[in-house]
């Protein structure tokens, strides 16, 4: 039989405020349905298809070399301060994150551009030469910054974590689908203690122009999951981890991953299977693991737009067509206020999966009218307290068809 | 650490390399049973940059229709998988994962540069100054699973996927997919992992260990071969050939470690620590074969499996292949051993290692 897993603490930092917020400052915001979008001044966006996103104002995240280390910094500091991670350092401790590459500041990328182009096509010499007097621009390109695997292993560096250590680099699953990975290999043995989660910091002019002229963005510059006016997603930024360990914490709260499920659409480079069958397979598979057939809460993949709102709720229509309980599950999504973290989408995510487990449930910021298209039992306006639930599903998808669940039960 | 996840089967390979495509001729070039080969050259335009030789794969992909949204290397990836997943007569579908590893995203800066050409330098007015011509599908182009995507949908993997991320990449995505088929989430998984240094902004940095290279290698993993012959081979004609159902080439496993620590100038570590080696080797000690570049620290020697104990290095036959390497050694390896029959109960450990602080490891054996 294989060993169980259980989410010993959690950590964030979001733009809950300008300057970044842990989870525990960013609670009071999220229940009372505030959103952390807004418009971007930090560089020009004029012309841009989106001119708004969820960011992060902080002069030390803005100034260090690596924003996905920064952030993913703040956020195992809140874990820090509740375990004494030292004492877990070892051969048996691992890293799992869900991270993307890393990016130079757009003015390090200019200079080497400039310094690579004088004749505005790329010249190898040119790049070679001038890149010295560029150096801080070349130093920004350099592995330790922009490979995927630099913060987690920065990250298992600073815990002294020997055991296995994972970059999911899997879009907007990423994060959740690091969850996955850690649940798996804690369940080999592996490791008997994990860090997982996942990191964005895409809030730049490029992710902007990119996500834009792609046509996933919100041209109205909001994020309202599940409304029928949705029309695309928010950009956002932070970092969501928490502490997995295969021994049950003390105290009364415990909460364990009971099952894991990741799937494939295999449909379609950027839509999703229009009737969710990868997300449904992925929940199933969760469910089964678990043992269940219900849960009370969902946290949504939810981003705002058409096509990915339509699918997961068909999706979780199906699976979850027969309540046990009226008014269950709970349905929302955690983007209205936070915008799409991408990489980290699935672990902020997943912290807010753990807290409806608290009593907690959080709302869907944005959403106020529920489209036709996305049926279900939404939460809108203020969070709800003091509910008394048992089991809570958390999904992320990826451009490109790829799906993962969670599910965390209360013992 | 104990060796928890136990071994899977490997039953089916394709890999691309500087030194072409044939496993069986790249283990010889290994294990020194033919002439060292030819030393790579510098061509130009990699003469500009500070590294003694570059080894590229020689030839262009195969045409494809997905060269609007993949690059060379997502081109070679795509028709290795294919090849290995061809070869394995293992089926598609809900029990088949599909787990990859990629070094990163490079800048790719022949499409940055009109968009940054009349750029200012305080990047005001970006849109209107260039970023506008960013082709619509920059970023599809520019996705880190976008190889994987594809794939997915071209060969019908429905079960489980994963890309992973980083210069130990294809090792990362090795030991994913194992401790996926040995807890049967999935009945088999295609593992394919690509790679290329040859990329302006990694030469500028190059620390002069090895040759850049570059290598797309795809393998496919079963919990247990007999079993999957009856149960994976989808066509029933094909099932009723023998030939056409999986057998084992050797077995797998796979760990990684990572420790970017900073060094006293501030720059990170470039390679890991020979304690993060010892972890990830720990329970290891015994192979007949390590495959292993020399600047990598070894892993603490353990008593002797046979009384025949080499070591080989395939950065020294094939350049640094970055995220590829685990799965070209694992390629190799059980080539290797599958071809010498005379030792039967043969393993090599084979280790790789890249910035920053990354480690893979893979132990490749002829038996379970």
């Known amino acids: ?411 | 650490m104990t060796a928890p996840v136990a071994p899977v089967a490997i039953v089916g390979a394709a890999l691309r390399t500087a030194r072409g495509d044939d496993p069986d001729a790249l283990a010889r070039m290994l294990v020194g049973e033919l002439p060292p080969p030819a030393p790579f050259a510098l061509p130009a335009p990699w003469s500009a940059y500070p590294v003694r030789a570059v080894a590229e794969i020689p030839g262009a992909p195969a045409r494809s229709p997905h060269e609007r949204i993949l690059r060379r290397m997502g081109l070679h990836a795509h028709q290795v998988a294919t090849e290995a997943l061809r070869r394995s007569g293992v089926a598609c579908g809900d029990r088949l994962g599909l787990y990859t590893g990629i070094g990163g995203l490079r800048a790719q800066w022949q499409d940055l540069i009109p968009a940054l050409r009349d750029q200012s330098a305080d990047f005001s007015a970006s849109w209107s100054r260039g970023l506008r011509l960013l082709h619509p599908y920059w970023m599809l182009q520019h996705l880190s699973n976008n190889t994987h995507a594809l794939l997915s949908k071209d060969v019908s993997a429905r079960g489980e996927g994963f890309t992973f991320g980083g210069a130990n990449a294809g090792a990362q995505a090795l030991q994913a997919a194992a401790a996926a088929v040995v807890t049967g989430a999935i009945d088999a998984a295609l593992v394919v992992a690509y790679d290329s240094l040859l990329e302006p902004e990694l030469l500028l940095h190059w620390r002069g260990q090895g040759i850049p290279s570059e290598a797309a290698a795809a393998l496919v993993l079963v919990a247990d071969p007999a079993a999957a012959a009856t149960a994976a081979v989808a066509d029933p004609a094909a099932a009723a050939s023998p030939a056409a159902r999986p057998a084992a080439q050797a077995w797998l496993q796979a760990r990684t470690a990572a420790d970017a620590a900073e060094t006293s100038d501030g720059d990170a570590q470039a390679l890991p620590t020979a304690e993060t080696v010892a972890a990830a080797c720990a329970g290891w000690e015994r192979w007949s074969h390590l495959d292993t570049a020399p600047w990598i620290a070894a892993p603490p020697p353990g008593p002797a499996r046979t009384p025949h104990r080499a070591t080989h290095d395939v950065t020294a036959i094939l350049g640094d292949c970055g995220a590829a390497t685990s799965i070209v050694q694992a390629i190799l390896w059980a080539t290797q051993l599958s071809r010498a029959a005379s030792t039967p109960d043969a393993s090599a450990l084979c280790l790789s290692a890249g910035l920053p602080g990354l480690l893979g490891a893979v132990r490749v054996s002829s038996s379970r």
């Open chain 1, 1 to 411: 039989m294989s060993r169980r897993v259980f989410v010993r603490a959690v950590g964030a930092w979001t733009p809950m405020r300008p300057q970044g917020a842990s989870w525990r400052e960013s609670l009071p915001l999220l229940l009372a349905g505030e959103t952390a979008v807004r418009e971007v001044t930090h560089f020009d966006t004029a012309g841009f298809p989106s001119r708004v996103a969820a960011w992060i104002g902080d002069d030390a995240v803005a100034a260090a070399c690596d924003r996905r280390a920064a952030l993913t910094t703040r956020a195992l500091e809140e874990i820090e301060a509740e375990v004494e991670l030292a004492a877990l350092a070892g051969p048996k401790l691992g890293v799992f994150l869900g991270a993307e590459s890393g990016r130079a500041s757009p003015a390090a990328i200019l200079r080497l551009a400039h310094a690579a182009a004088p004749a505005g096509t790329f010249d190898h010499a040119a790049f070679v030469a001038h890149a010295a007097a560029a150096a801080g621009a070349a130093a920004a390109v350099a592995a330790r910054s922009v490979s995927p695997a630099a913060v987690a292993s920065a990250l298992a560096a600073r815990l002294g974590a020997l055991g296995p250590v994972h970059t999911v680099s899997l879009a907007c699953a990423s994060g959740a689908s690091a969850i996955v990975s850690a649940v798996r290999q804690l369940r080999a043995g592996a490791c008997d203690a994990a860090i997982a989660g996942g990191v964005g910091a895409d809030v730049d002019p490029f992710m902007l122009v990119g996500f834009g002229k792609l046509g996933a963005l919100s041209g109205s510059g909001l994020s309202r999951p599940f409304d029928r006016a949705r029309d695309g997603f928010v950009v956002g930024e932070g970092a969501a981890l928490v502490l997995l360990t295969t021994e049950p914490p003390d105290g009364d709260e415990v909460f364990e991953i009971s099952g894991v499920g990741a799937s494939l659409d295999g449909f379609h480079l950027t839509a999703p299977h229009p009737q969710g069958d990868g997300a449904e397979r992925a929940m199933r598979a969760a469910l089964r693991e678990s043992g269940r057939s219900q849960v009370d809460y969902v946290q949504a993949h939810g981003t705002s737009t058409a096509l990915n709102d339509a699918a997961e709720c068909a999706a979780l229509a199906r699976v979850f067509e027969q309540p046990v309980q009226p008014g269950r599950p709970l349905v929302s999504s955690i983007k209205g206020a936070v915008g799409h973290w991408i990489a980290g989408a699935g672990a902020i995510g997943f912290l807010c999966a753990v807290e409806a487990l608290r009593g907690n449930v959080l709302p869907t910021a944005g959403l106020t009218h529920p489209d036709d298209t996305c049926p279900g039992q939404h939460v809108m306006g203020a969070g709800r307290t003091g509910l008394a639930l048992q089991s809570a599903l958390c999904n992320a998808f990826a451009f490109g068809g790829a799906n993962a669940s969670l599910l965390v039960e209360r013992r």
